[in-house]
């Protein structure tokens, strides 16, 4: 995992692909040099010949509106400045702005559920296939590969223009028009240490919006609309450390905020630093699995011979985007075979009925819910386990967070430091936080024990990157 900021060939990617977010990181556009439109027609924010490099935002008014898009491994949200001027954030799913970024095909009804339907639907046992962290898969040979849904097979990738068709869709019945021009929220890494994955990543997101009917693309990165969210909360120039923790990953900015600043079109010379590491909420849900509830299936049990039982079967199960391979024929066979391995029987029995149940989602549900209550109250949360014939409950307690938890804190809070490092600073005015997962207690401790001299501020935890996205785009 790379916790240090983009290498030099990312920062090279940055600034000359053509469908990739144009502020460059930490570096100025030379007057000069041209901001290339994409073959596709996409383009980046604030830059490029036809744009006056002094024009604010406002001058963006009367033209289409931009549909900000934050598609989130977890929660998805979409924003747009409307014609009166106004941030409106979309009440994607029900009432709320943020959706699950979620997608169940009900095999009783033969129909598409999107978001929390989508969870209920899968959590309340209903026949049928769930995806979810489907942004976990691009860049991954995965995406063009195809998975069984009910009778017949789908693209993942085609899953992914389903999800985008119905943000759409409801993003249009909120807007009450149609919306074709987005900007779309990516990380500062999609995927660590690998440049041409990272770019295929950003190309099939694309690709997808494209599929689902948008015309006019552009990104920008999550953790600079973060902050430019934040930024209309500021009242005096503030050098901030934008920490944007989510699902997947964990993404920083060290900016230079200023109301005053705050409607120009190129914001280049205030980002100082950008870093990103692929370390998320999923992770933390993984390694709480692995911690808490797999070994009463079987993890690190030692059995016969003295050996520990292999441990594929349990990794897949802890991993919100593989869970469905451990289903998977082959795999169930493998793991029938392994009774042989166990010692302790009831073990293995347990872990067929989670096979045989398809229960692993809602075993990573169950952990995920009792980190966010552990993380919230500082008290022991318990996983219910009872449909799988256990009555130990274990239980996410904040020792065992703390512990489980560490080494990946660590990584997240080193990515912190490096971007205010590389900005050329040891300390920022304030650390401001969102994401869902900037809210985990052991790491809103280990950020403030790394920069005591920082005000912590805590902001919007799911709609800020989606607003920022749309600001970002009514000044495109
Ligand atoms: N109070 C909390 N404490 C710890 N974690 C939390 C809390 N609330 C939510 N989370 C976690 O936050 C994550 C979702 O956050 P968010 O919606 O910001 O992610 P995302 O935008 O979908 O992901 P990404 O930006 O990485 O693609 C989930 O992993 C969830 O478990
Ligand atoms: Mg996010």
């Given amino acids: 995992m790379n916790a240090a900021g983009p290498p030099q060939g990312a920062l090279d990617r940055l600034t000359a692909s053509p469908a990739r977010e144009t502020l460059p990181i930490g570096a100025k556009r030379r007057s000069s040099e041209p901001a290339s439109a994409g073959a596709d027609g996409t383009k980046g924010p604030g830059l490029g010949p036809e744009h006056d490099q002094r024009s604010t935002c406002s001058s963006k008014r009367g033209g289409p509106i931009v549909l900000g898009i934050d598609f989130g491994t977890s929660n998805s949200a979409a924003a747009f400045i409307d014609a009166s001027g106004a941030m409106q954030v979309v009440p994607l799913d029900g009432a709320r702005t943020e959706m699950p970024t979620a997608v169940f095909f009900n095999q009783e009804t033969h129909s598409v559920l999107y978001g929390s339907e989508a969870m209920q639907a899968y959590l309340s046992g209903t026949e049928g296939r769930l995806l979810r962290s489907l942004k976990s898969l691009l860049g991954s040979s ?56 990272d770019a295929l990543a950003q190309e099939t997101l694309g690709r997808a919006a494209r599929e689902a009917g948008f015309t006019d693309i552009a990104y920008q990165l999550e953790p600079i609309a973060a902050a430019l969210d934040y930024e209309q ?42 870093t990103g590491v692929h370390i998320g909420g999923t992770d933390f849900d993984r390694l709480l699995n692995l911690s808490t509830v797999m070994p ?66 809602r075993l990573l549900a169950e952990v995920e819910a009792a980190k966010i209550a552990c993380s919230i109250s500082g008290e022991d949360a318990v996983v219910q386990l009872d449909f799988l014939d256990d009555a130990s409950a274990p239980a996410v307690t904040a020792e065992g967070m703390e512990h489980a938890l560490r080494d990946a804190v660590a990584q997240v809070v080193r990515c912190a430091q490096d971007c205010v490092n590389l900005a050329g600073l040891s300390q920022v005015d304030v650390v401001y936080l969102t994401g869902g997962s900037s809210a985990l207690r052991p790491l809103v401790a280990a950020l403030q024990m790394a920069m005591p001299q920082a005000k912590l501020v805590t902001g919007n935890q799911f709609g800020g990157v989606a607003a920022g996205l749309a600001y970002a785009g009514s000044c495109a």
């Fill in 142 to 197: 995965l995406m063009e590969e195809y998975t069984a849904v009910g009778d017949h097979s789908l693209r993942y990738f085609d899953i992914v223009v389903l999800f985008f068709k119905e943000l759409k869709r409801r993003s249009e019945a909120h807007a009450g028009q149609t919306l074709t021009h987005a900007m779309l929220g990516r990380p500062v890494h999609f995927v660590d240490d690998n440049p041409e994955r």
């Fill in 233 to 274: 909360r500021v009242d005096h120039e503030t050098v901030a450390l934008v920490v944007d923790i989510g699902g997947g990953t964990s993404d920083f900015t060290t900016i230079r905020l200023n109301p005053a600043r705050s409607s120009l079109a190129d914001r280049t010379g205030d980002i100082l630093a950008t």
């Fill in 296 to 361: 009463h299936l079987g993890y690190r049990h030692i059995g016969r011979g003295n050996r520990p039982v292999p441990n594929s079967v349990f990794l897949d199960l802890s991993t919100w985007h593989l869970i469905h391979q451990a289903y998977t024929r082959k795999a169930m066979h493998f793991a029938k075979e392994l009774w042989a391995d166990f010692s302790d029987r009831s073990l293995h029995q347990r872990l067929m009925a989670a096979l045989e149940g398809q229960y692993g989602h």
